[in-house]
């Protein structure tokens, strides 16, 4: 069992950044890989990055990549995305997840455990 509390969501301009957090809870938190993803209104669940449970893996989805990072700290259990020159095409509810398995993994499928999300907004 792995809970995961997400934080670090805002109103931010265009250009501008924000670093989130995901505070896990969990004896298995290490050997889990990590997954970032977000959802906007009237649209799927979309992959953003997630990192290996070593945090020696990274993935990002093409529209991020440059702009955002994931990183983890296994001793604080936590897991963060840094997102930095946000655009308006940002603007979603992000949500952490724990995948199954150790290895890095881009589908919703491969990952158990969820936070509640938390709303990143973009203005123009």
């Known amino acids: 069992q792995v809970q995961l509390v997400e934080s670090g969501g805002g109103l931010v301009q265009a250009g501008g950044s924000l670093r989130l957090s995901c505070a896990a809870s969990?004896?298995?938190?290490?050997?889990?890989?990590m997954g970032w993803f977000r959802q906007a209104p009237g649209k799927e669940r979309e992959f953003v990055a997630t990192?290996?449970?070593?945090?020696?893996?990274?993935y990002y989805v093409d529209s991020v990549k440059g702009r955002f990072t994931i990183s983890r700290d296994n001793a604080k259990n936590t897991v963060f995305l840094q997102m930095n020159s946000l655009k308006p095409e940002d603007t979603a509810v992000y949500y952490c997840?724990?995948?199954?398995?150790?290895?890095?993994?881009?589908?919703?499928?491969?990952?158990?455990?969820w936070g509640q999300g938390t709303q990143v907004t973009v203005s123009a």
């Open positions: 997840a724990a995948a199954r398995v150790g290895t890095t993994a881009i589908g919703t499928a491969a990952y158990n455990y």
């Open positions: 969990g004896r298995s938190f290490s050997r889990s890989a």
């Open positions: 990192i290996s449970w070593s945090g020696g893996n990274t």
